[in-house]
C-alpha cells in the first residue's frame, strides 16, 4: 500500500514538473485507415498519465508541446505513438491489431507467418479469451474454443493434472495421446500446469495437421500447442496492470434421486420387513436414531463447501529503444469445494529482449518462477468407503448424523460396529480430521535466444531452454485416525503414517538454426536448417514411515517421531531413490515459397533419434508438405463485394510418437531388452532374482499420416468469417498389446502393430450480426465431427477382450467401444433379468458369445462450443455453451444406488422402489433374488448417454471510459461479473457429465464457478 | 558464405556431444542372465523368486467363494454378490482361472531357463580346490534338483485344475513345458495328454532325486536341516500322492506316503498351533510338510479374502463360514473338543441355535460364524504363512487309496485315526467316527472328511471334484439361509464348472489351444 501511494505521488509531482513549460492546444482525429473515426479511444501523453478519450466523432484535445510524444490506444488496434510537431493538428490513423483478427499471425516455435500465408490447419487463442477467468489452469480456459480440441477435465480438484486433452480423436492406444506443449520456445515435460499464471499467456496456437506438426517430429504426432508469454515491444512506456478476480465456487447437483432418511427407513421395512436396527447411544444415554422419525444428516455440508478463489496478477511492461521488458507476479488462493482441498500459487516471470542499434543481433531471455501448494484429494473415483470422500458423503446412510461421530477412534469404531458400511461418512469424517496430502511444486522455465541477421537474406540463431522443476509430496495419516488403528497389528502401540517424496526433473533443450529468405518480385523464398538437442534428468527420493506419538503429532507435518527398537520393527522407516534419464536428437529443415500471396508451398523434412529405441528403429523420418491457393488475392475475387477472405490450403504428411507407453518423456526406457529384477526375497533370504521384462527389440515410432484441407473465409467484409477443415488422420505402427501364450511367462506383450484412423470435420464460424459504433453483437460456433475407427487388431479373432473389461477393441470399430451384453427387460414372470442372445432371441443366461459391440464409446463424436459476444458502448456481455454428443459413460455410481446387496449398507435412489415382486411384475429393476442379478453389470444397463451442453461460461461486465477515469488517474479500468459451469443439461445422472473416463464411480466433479474480476491499467 | 557456414558449424559444436542424447545406459538394469546368475547362491535367489509366484493366496479365495464353504458375512457390501463369484459364475474370463495358468507357466517359465543357466555353470570351467569345485557343483546340482520340483509341482497344479477327466489317459491336458523359453513369441504347444503330463511329473522328481542323491541332499540347506519354508524331498514325494489321488494309482500313493520321513498328523495340540496367531512352532509342526513363509513387507494377505482390518469380531466381516459347513464341524464332538472346530470359526462368534427361524435380516446379524482359519498374526493382521501341503492331506490320500482298492473298513480307520489326532479327549471320552459299510460311504466319508480338515484351505472345488460322483456327493450345497437373499444355493456334482476354462488370454493368443468344454 505504501509503495502503492509514493508511486502516485511520483506521478503527480512529475506533471507539476511538466506544468512548467510552454503548452499549446493541439487537436486532432483518431481514426481507422479507411477513415472512419475512432470515438472513446485513449489518448495518452508518453511518460505521464495524463492524457484524455476521443469523442463520438474521434476527436481529442489536449495540452501538448513541440516534441511531447502521444500514444493512442483503443483495443483491437494496435497502439500507435506519434510526436508533436509545430502543428496544432495531429491526427492519428489505427490499424488493426492483427493478433485479434482473422488476418493476423500464426506462431509456432520456428516460424511465424501472417495468416494470408499460413498453409496450414492453425487456430489460435489470444489473452482476449484467457485472461481474468477464474480457472487454476489455462486448459481448462481452453475448452471450446478450439474446434477438434476435446478437453475433459473430469475432476474439480483446483489444479488437477488429469485433464485429458485430444486433438482431432485418441490417435494412441497405449502411447501419449496428448498435444505436445511448447512455452516460449521450451518444449515442456508434461501437461501439469497448475503452477502456471493463466493471466501471463499472450497467445495460444494450436496445430493441427501435418503441415504444422511434422516439424516437431518426435512429438508432434498427436499435435502442438505453442504458449506464448506475453512481452513488452520496445519504445514503449511502462504500463503497469492489475487483473484480479475473486470467485466462489459450489458442487454440481445430481440427478440420483437418493432416499432420505424417512423414505429409506421406509423402503427397508417394506424391502426388508423390518426397520433398519443398527444404533448408537447419545450423551444423554438415549439412542440417536429414533427409526419412527429419522432425521436427515447433512452429510454434503460436512464434506463441501462454498469454495473461495482469488486471482491477482501486477504486470510492468516497458521499453526503451533497444531493451523491453515485461514483469509479472501472481499470486491465487483457489479452494476446492471438497473441505481441505485446494491451490495456492506464487508466479513471477520476466523476459528482457534486446536488439543491437542496426537491428541485426536480437537476444532476448525469459525466466519464470512458479510455486504451487496444493491440498489433494485422495481415492477419488476409487471404492474405498473409508478414503473416498464422494462415495461415503452419497452412499452413507441418510439417517446418519454428523454428530453421532466424535471425534475419536473409538467413536469411529463404535459407528461402524453399529451400522457397518452405512457409517462410511462417520470413517470419512475421522479422515478428514487426520489425513492429508500436500504436493509443493516448483516449476521454473528458463531461455534464452540469439539471432543474428548476417545479411538481409541470412540469420542464424540458437535458442537453450531449461524445464526445471521439483515436486515434494506430503501425505500424512494421524495417529489417532481411524485409517491407522484400524489396520495396525495387535501389539503396535504407536500408529500414524507419513509418506514423503521429492522429484526432481530437469529437461534441457537446445535449438540452433540458420535462415534463408529471399524476395525477387513477386516470388519470395524462406528455408531453414535446426539442430534440436535435449536431454532429461530425473531424480527422486522417498521416505515411509509409520509410528508417530500423537502427544507431538501435527497434521502435515512429521513430529512425534518414534525411532526403531529391538522389539519389531513397526517403526523403522523404509526409503527409496530413483533415477532416470532421457534424450533426443533431431536436426530438420523446412522451406517455403510464395507467389504474390496467391500461392504457397511448405515443405518440411526431420529426423530424429530417440533414447527409447535401437538399431535400424532409432532414428524415425517425418516429412510433410502443405500448399495454399490464396483465392482473394486472384484478379476474378478483386471486385468481389461478398467475398473479403478467401484461401484454399491443403496438407500432407507424417509426425512421429516416441512416447509410446504414454508414460512421459522418461519412462519405459529399454522395452526393448530383457530385464532382470532384484526384489523382495523369500523367508529368511533377503532377496530374490527374477525375470522383471521381456524384450521387444524392434519396437518403433508410432507413425501418424495426416491430410488436411482447409479453407479460410470471410464474407462481407468480413463480417460472416471463419474456417472449415477436413482431415483424416492415421496412426500405423501402433504399440498395442499383442497376446501372448502363458508360456512366455506372460500373457501379452506391447507392440508395433496395427492401425487406427480418425477421419473429420471441424467448422469455425463467426458472425457480426450487429457491427455498429456503439453496439457489435457477434455470434460464434465451432463443432466437430471425428469418426474413430480401429483398422487391424493382432489376432485373428479380429477383436481384443481381456475377459472381463467392459470395453473391448474389433477390426472396424472405435476405441472404447462397448462391449457388452443387450438388457432386454425383466423376466415379469420370475424377476430374472434378460438379455438379447447372439441371435437375437431372449436369454436369461448370456455367454461371452452373446456380448454386443454396442457402437458407443466414452469418446465423443461430435462436440464444440457456440457463444455470443455483445459489445455496448463500454458494457460487454459474453456467453459460451459447450457440448458433446453421442458419448456414452458407464454409471458405476447408479449401479451401487440400485443394488438390493446395498440394503441396510447405503443409501439407494427412489428409483429402486419400482423393483420385481409379484405385486409389481412391470418393474424397472430385476427380483431383488433374482439368481442372475451379476449379468446385469455386464450390460448395457448401467450405460448412459453422457452427451451434454453446458453453459461453460458468462460474463457481464463493463469497460470504463478513460474520460471517466481522469480523477483516479487511471488509463484503464474493466469490470466483470462471470459464471462459470452454471447449468448443464444433460442425461446423465451424475454430478459432472464432463469425464474423460468410460466408467464413473464418485469422483471429484468440477464446481460451479461464480466470479468477479476487475482490470485497472496505471 | 564460407563464414555462414563457418559459423553454423560453431553452432552445431555446441550441440556436438548428440550422441549421448539417445545412447542412454540408465543405472542398475541388467539384460542378460549371465550378468546376474553366477554361482549357487544366485541360484538360490533366482529360486526365492519361484516362491513367490505361487498364488496361494488367490487358491484359497476362489475355492472359499466357489463352493459351499463360505456364508454371507454381517458387513457385506455386496463382495461376491455384485460379481457373481458367490453365485457361482464361472467364464473364460474369471479371474483365479487366469492367475493360475499364467503364474504356474511363468513359474515353469522361469524353471527352465534357471536349469538352462544352471547347466551352463556346470559346464563353465571353474577355479578353486577340487573340494571347492565339488562343493559348489554339488550345490547347483541342488539347485537344479529344486527347480525341477517346482516344475513339477506346477504342472501337477495345472492338471489339477485344467484337466477334465484325470483317468483317461488320452483326455485333453495342459501344455508340457519342458523346453528353455526366452522370447521367441510364436511359439504354441498343444495341451498334452494326461497320461503324457503323468509322466513328465513323474520324470521330474526322478530326475530331482537323481541330482540329489534321492533327495536327501535337498534336505540340507546351508548346513541345517531343511526348514518345511523351502522345497524338500517330502514335497516331491507330496507332489506324487497328489497326483495319484487324482488318477487313482493306489500303488503310488502308498509307496510315496511311505517315504515321506519325519512327519505325521500331530495332535490336537500342535493341529490347534498350525492356525494360531502366534505362529511359533510351525518350523517343526509335524503336520506342515510344505509352507509358505509370508513376512510384514510381502503384502497381500489370505484373510483379506473375507475380512477387511482385522479377523475380529469388531472388524469388517464380508464374509463368513456357511452354515451348512458350520454345522458340519459343529457335530464333529458335542464339547467342541474336536479341534478343528476352534481352529476354524473364530472364538467370537456368536452362533443363534434357532437360525432357521430368523429372518434375513436377523441371520445375518445374529448368527456371527466368522471365519478363524487364517487369523493373521500379531505383526500382520490379515497375513499368515499359508499351509500349502499338510501331512494329514497325504494321509487322507492314503485312505482314498484303500477305498480305491475297495477296502472301506481301512478308510474307516483312517477316519478313525484323523479324528483321534484331532480330538483333546478327556477321560473316558471316544472320538465319534463314522461306519463305513460300502465304497460309496467311504468316498463319501473322505470328502466329508477333508471338508472340516481342509475347511478355507482352498482344498474343496478340487476334492468335490475328484471325489463328488464317487461320494455320491449332490455337489456344492449351502444351507437354506445362506442364499436366501440370493439364491445362489447349490451346484450340481456333474457341472463343467468343476474344470476351469482356459484363460481368455490363452485363447486369444496360441491358435492351438482347445477349450474345456462349457465355456
Given at each position: ?135 487454476a ?18 475432476s474439480g480438484q483446483p489444479g488437477d493434472n488429469n ?29 501439469r500446469?497448475r503452477s ?52 466462489m465456487s459450489?458442487l ?45 444428516g447433512n452429510w454434503v455440508d460436512v464434506f463441501f463447501r462454498d469454495a473461495i478463489a482469488q ?20 499470486y491465487s488462493d483457489i479452494e476446492g469445494v471438497l473441505k481441505t482441498t485446494g491451490l495456492k500459487r506464487f ?23 512458479n510455486f504451487s501448494k496444493s491440498d489433494m484429494a485422495t481415492s477419488a473415483g476409487t471404492a474405498g468407503l473409508n478414503q473416498n470422500y464422494f462415495l461415503g458423503a452419497f452412499q452413507g446412510?441418510?439417517?446418519l448424523r454428523p454428530e453421532m461421530y466424535t471425534g475419536t477412534y473409538e467413536s469411529a469404531m463404535a459407528n461402524l ?6 457409517a462410511m461418512p462417520m470413517l470419512l469424517m475421522d479422515k478428514m480430521r487426520t489425513h492429508g496430502l500436500k504436493q509443493d511444486e516448483f ?27 521439483t515436486i515434494n509430496q506430503f501425505s500424512f495419516n494421524g495417529p489417532s485416525s481411524f485409517n491407522s488403528r484400524y489396520f495396525a497389528a495387535?501389539?503396535q502401540e504407536w500408529f500414524g503414517s507419513i509418506g514423503n517424496v521429492d522429484e ?36 527422486s527420493s522417498g521416505i515411509n514411515k509409520e509410528g508417530f506419538d500423537p502427544n507431538f503429532w501435527e497434521n502435515g507435518k512429521a513430529t512425534g517421531w518414534i525411532g526403531d527398537s529391538?522389539?519389531n520393527d513397526y517403526y523403522a522407516p523404509s526409503a527409496s ?425 464418485s469422483q471429484y466433479p468440477?464446481p ?11 | ?307 477387511a482390518g482385522a479377523?475380529?469380531?469388531?472388524r469388517t ?64 493382521p ?138
Open positions: 500500500m505504501r509503495s502503492k501511494f509514493t508511486w502516485i505521488l511520483t506521478l503527480f509531482f512529475a506533471l507539476i514538473v511538466q506544468a512548467g513549460f510552454a503548452q499549446k492546444q493541439v487537436t486532432g482525429v483518431v481514426k481507422t485507415p479507411e477513415g472512419d473515426p475512432i470515438p472513446g479511444a485513449t489518448v495518452l501523453l508518453v511518460g505521464t498519465n495524463q492524457g484524455t478519450d476521443t469523442d463520438e466523432e474521434g476527436k481529442y484535445t489536449l495540452n501538448l508541446k513541440k516534441g511531447d510524444r502521444i500514444q493512442v490506444v483503443y483495443e483491437g488496434f494496435k497502439p500507435s505513438t506519434v510526436t508533436v510537431s509545430d502543428s496544432s493538428v495531429l491526427n492519428v490513423t489505427l490499424v488493426v491489431d492483427e493478433s485479434t483478427e482473422l488476418d493476423g499471425i500464426v506462431v509456432d516455435t520456428y516460424r511465424t507467418v501472417s495468416k494470408p500465408k499460413n498453409s496450414n490447419a492453425v487456430s489460435t487463442v489470444t489473452s482476449k479469451t484467457i485472461e481474468g477467468r477464474p480457472n489452469s489455462f486448459i481448462q480456459t481452453l475448452q471450446g474454443q478450439v474446434p477438434g480440441l476435446n478437453i475433459s477435465t473430469g485433464t485429458t486433452v485430444i486433438l482431432r480423436g485418441l490417435g494412441s492406444i497405449n502411447g501419449n495421446v496428448e498435444p505436445l506443449y511448447v512455452i516460449d520456445g521450451v518444449p515442456m515435460s508434461s501437461d500446469f502456471l499464471n493463466p493471466n501471463d499467456i499472450d497467445r495460444i496456437d494450436v496445430l493441427k495437421d501435418a503441415g504444422a506438426t511434422a516439424i516437431y517430429g518426435n512429438r508432434g504426432a498427436n499435435g502442438v500447442i505453442v504458449i506464448t508469454t506475453k512481452r513488452a515491444s520496445f519504445d514503449s512506456s511502462l504500463q503497469v496492470k492489475y487483473v484480479g478476480t475473486t470467485g459450489f454440481q447437483d445430481n440427478q440420483y434421486n437418493l432416499m432420505n432418511a424417512k423414505q429409506y427407513v421406509d423402503f427397508h421395512r417394506k424391502f426388508r420387513g423390518t426397520p433398519p436396527a443398527g444404533n448408537i447411544v447419545g450423551p444423554d444415554g438415549k439412542n440417536m436414531i429414533d427409526y419412527r422419525n429419522p432425521k436427515d486471482n491477482h496478477t501486477l504486470s510492468f511492461s516497458s521499453g526503451s529503444k533497444n531493451l523491453n521488458n515485461y514483469t509479472s507476479i501472481g508466479n513471477f516471470r520476466t523476459n528482457l529482449n534486446g536488439k543491437s542499434d542496426n537491428g541485426k543481433l536480437t537476444y532476448g531471455t525469459t525466466v519464470s518462477a446412510l441418510p439417517y460396529n453399529a451400522f457397518g458400511n452405512g516449476k521454473s522455465i528458463v531461455n534464452g535466444s540469439l539471432n543474428y541477421a548476417i545479411d538481409s537474406n541470412w540469420s542464424m540463431g540458437t535458442n537453450l531452454g531449461v524445464d526445471y522443476q495387535d501389539d526432481r526433473r530437469m529437461i534441457l533443450t537446445s535449438n540452433s538454426n540458420i535462415k534463408w529468405n529471399k524476395t525477387f518480385g513477386k516470388h519470395s523464398v524462406n528455408a531453414g536448417a535446426y539442430i534440436e538437442y535435449l536431454k532429461a534428468h530425473f531424480k529391538d522389539k531413490v530413483g533415477e532416470q534419464t532421457a534424450g533426443m536428437f533431431s536436426y530438420f529443415g523446412l522451406a517455403s515459397y510464395d507467389y504474390d500471396t496467391r500461392y504457397g508451398l511448405d515443405v518440411t523434412l526431420r529426423r530424429d533419434a530417440s533414447f527409447r529405441f535401437i538399431d535400424e528403429n532409432r532414428w524415425g523420418t517425418f516429412w510433410s508438405v502443405s500448399g495454399r491457393w490464396n483465392l482473394i488475392n486472384e484478379k476474378f475475387m478483386a471486385d468481389s463485394k461478398v467475398f473479403s477472405d478467401f484461401k484454399l490450403r491443403a496438407s500432407h504428411g507424417t509426425a512421429g510418437n516416441q512416447d509410446i507407453t504414454g508414460s512421459g518423456i522418461f519412462g519405459s526406457a529399454y522395452l526393448y531388452s530383457t530385464l532382470y529384477s532384484s526384489g523382495r526375497g523369500y523367508a529368511d533370504e533377503a532377496n530374490a532374482y527374477s525375470l522383471g521384462q521381456l524384450p521387444k527389440r524392434d519396437l518403433r515410432w508410432e507413425e501418424i499420416t495426416t491430410t488436411n484441407i482447409g479453407l479460410d473465409y470471410g464474407f462481407f467484409n468480413n463480417r460472416l468469417r471463419g474456417n472449415i477443415d477436413v482431415y483424416r488422420k492415421q496412426t500405423d505402427d501402433l504399440y498395442q498389446s499383442i497376446p501372448l501364450s502363458a508360456i512366455n511367462g506372460t500373457t501379452a506383450i506391447n507392440g508395433n502393430f496395427g492401425s487406427i484412423r480418425n477421419e473429420g470435420v471441424e467448422l469455425l464460424i463467426a458472425g457480426d450480426i450487429v457491427r455498429k459504433k456503439d453496439l457489435t453483437i457477434t455470434l460464434n460456433a465451432n463443432g466437430s465431427y471425428n469418426k474413430n475407427q480401429v483398422l487391424n487388431i493382432p489376432n485373428e479373432e479380429g477383436f481384443i477382450w481381456s475377459g472381463s473389461s467392459l470395453t473391448a477393441m474389433r477390426e472396424g470399430g472405435r476405441l472404447g467401444e462397448f462391449y457388452l451384453y443387450e438388457f432386454a427387460g425383466i423376466n415379469p414372470q420370475n424377476g430374472e433379468t434378460q438379455y438379447y442372445d447372439k441371435n437375437g432371441a431372449i436369454t436369461e443366461n448370456p455367454t461371452d458369445e452373446d456380448r454386443k459391440w454396442l457402437g458407443k464409446s466414452s469418446l465423443p463424436v461430435y462436440q464444440g462450443s457456440f457463444g455470443i459476444d455483445v459489445n455496448y458502448k463500454g458494457f460487454f456481455a459474453q456467453a459460451n455453451f459447450t457440448f458433446a454428443k453421442d458419448i456414452w459413460r458407464y454409471d458405476n455410481d447408479y449401479f451401487f444406488f440400485t443394488q438390493p446387496s446395498s440394503v441396510g449398507n447405503a443409501n439407494m435412489t427412489n428409483d429402486y422402489l419400482d423393483y420385481w415382486s409379484t405385486s409389481n411384475r412391470d418393474a424397472t429393476f430385476p427380483n431383488p433374488n433374482a439368481n442372475n442379478l451379476y449379468h446385469l453389470n455386464d450390460s448395457d444397463f448401467y450405460l448412459q448417454d453422457a452427451s451434454y451442453i453446458r453453459m461453460r461460461f458468462v460474463t457481464v461486465g463493463y469497460n470504463f471510459k478513460k474520460s471517466d477515469l481522469a480523477f483516479m488517474k487511471l488509463s484503464g479500468l474493466r469490470v466483470y461479473g462471470q459464471a462459470e459451469n452454471l447449468v448443464t443439461w444433460t442425461k446423465w445422472r451424475g454430478w459432472d457429465a464432463e469425464s474423460n473416463r468410460g466408467v464413473d464411480l468440477t460451479r464457478t461464480v466470479s468477479f474480476g476487475v482490470e485497472v491499467q496505471f | 558464405m564460407k563464414n555462414k557456414f563457418f559459423t553454423f558449424a560453431a553452432l552445431l559444436a555446441l550441440t556436438v556431444s548428440c550422441q549421448d542424447a539417445y545412447e542412454i545406459e540408465q543405472p542398475g538394469y541388467r539384460t542378460e542372465d549371465s550378468q546376474i546368475f553366477n554361482s549357487s547362491t544366485d541360484i538360490a535367489r533366482g529360486i526365492n523368486a519361484l516362491y513367490n509366484q505361487i498364488p496361494a493366496e488367490s487358491e484359497i479365495n476362489f475355492v472359499s467363494y466357489f463352493t459351499d464353504e463360505l456364508g454371507v458375512g454381517r458387513d457385506n457390501g455386496g463382495q461376491g454378490i455384485n460379481d457373481g463369484s458367490y453365485r457361482f459364475f464361472m467364464n473364460p474370463g474369471n479371474g483365479f482361472a487366469g492367475s493360475l495358468w499364467n503364474n504356474m507357466y511363468n513359474v515353469i517359465n522361469r524353471s527352465n531357463r534357471l536349469i538352462h543357466r544352471i547347466d551352463e555353470l556346470l559346464a563353465k570351467p571353474k577355479t578353486g580346490t577340487d573340494a571347492e569345485i565339488k562343493a559348489e557343483n554339488d550345490a547347483l546340482n541342488v539347485a537344479k534338483a529344486r527347480v525341477y520340483i517346482f516344475r513339477a509341482y506346477a504342472h501337477m497344479k495345472l492338471f489339477s485344475y485344467y484337466t477334465t477327466d484325470y483317468k483317461n489317459g488320452s483326455a485333453l491336458s495342459v501344455i508340457k513345458f519342458d523346453f528353455y523359453h526366452t522370447d521367441d513369441y510364436t511359439r504354441y504347444e498343444k495341451r498334452a495328454t494326461v497320461s503324457e503330463i503323468v509322466s513328465f511329473i513323474e520324470d521330474d522328481i526322478e530326475t530331482a532325486f537323481s541330482l540329489s542323491n534321492g533327495g536327501a541332499a535337498l534336505d540340507i540347506k546351508e548346513g541345517s536341516t531343511s526348514n518345511n519354508n523351502f522345497i524338500s524331498k517330502n514335497v516331491a514325494h507330496a507332489i506324487l500322492i497328489k497326483l495319484y489321488a487324482m488318477t487313482e494309482n493306489p500303488q503310488g500313493i502308498l509307496d510315496n506316503l511311505a517315504s515321506i520321513s519325519g512327519k505325521n498328523m500331530g495332535t490336537a495340540i500342535s493341529f490347534s498351533e498350525l492356525f494360531a496367531k502366534a505362529e511359533t512352532g510351525l518350523e517343526t509342526n509335524p503336520d506342515l510338510v510344505w509352507r509358505l513363509v509370508r513376512l510384514p513387507n510381502d503384502g497381500g494377505g489370505v484373510a483379506g479374502a473375507w475380512w479377523v475380529a469380531a469388531n466381516a464380508y464374509m463368513e463360514i456357511g452354515r451348512s459347513l458350520f454345522n458340519e464341524i459343529n457335530s464333529l464332538h458335542p464339547q467342541k473338543r474336536d479341534y478343528r472346530y476352534d481352529a476354524t470359526v473364530l472364538g467370537e462368534s456368536v452362533i443363534a441355535a434357532n437360525y432357521q427361524s430368523l429372518n434375513a435380516d436377523r441371520y445375518r446379524a445374529e448368527d456371527l460364524l466368522f471365519i478363524g482359519k487364517y487369523k493373521g498374526t500379531t505383526e500382520v490379515l497375513q499368515s504363512d499359508i499351509k500349502l501341503i499338510r501331512y494329514t492331506d497325504l494321509y487322507l490320500a492314503k485312505a482314498e487309496a484303500h477305498a480305491m482298492k475297495g477296502e472301506y473298513k481301512e478308510v474307516e480307520n483312517i477316519i478313525k485315526e484323523v479324528r483321534t489326532a484331532r480330538s483333546f479327549l478327556l477321560d473316558g471320552e471316544v472320538v465319534n467316527f463314522p461306519t463305513i459299510s460300502s465304497v460309496r460311504e467311504a468316498w463319501e466319508a473322505i470328502l466329508k472328511e477333508r471338508r472340516v480338515e481342509f475347511a478355507f484351505e482352498g482344498a474343496r472345488y478340487l476334492d468335490m471334484k475328484r471325489l463328488g460322483v464317487k461320494a455320491g456327493s449332490p455337489g456344492f450345497v449351502r444351507d437354506p439361509k445362506d442364499c436366501e437373499l440370493n439364491d445362489a444355493c447349490s451346484l450340481p456334482v456333474t457341472t463343467f464348472k468343476l474344470t476351469l476354462p482356459i484363460p481368455r488370454s490363452e485363447m486369444l493368443s496360441n491358435p492351438n489351444m482347445v477349450q474345456n468344454p462349457g465355456y
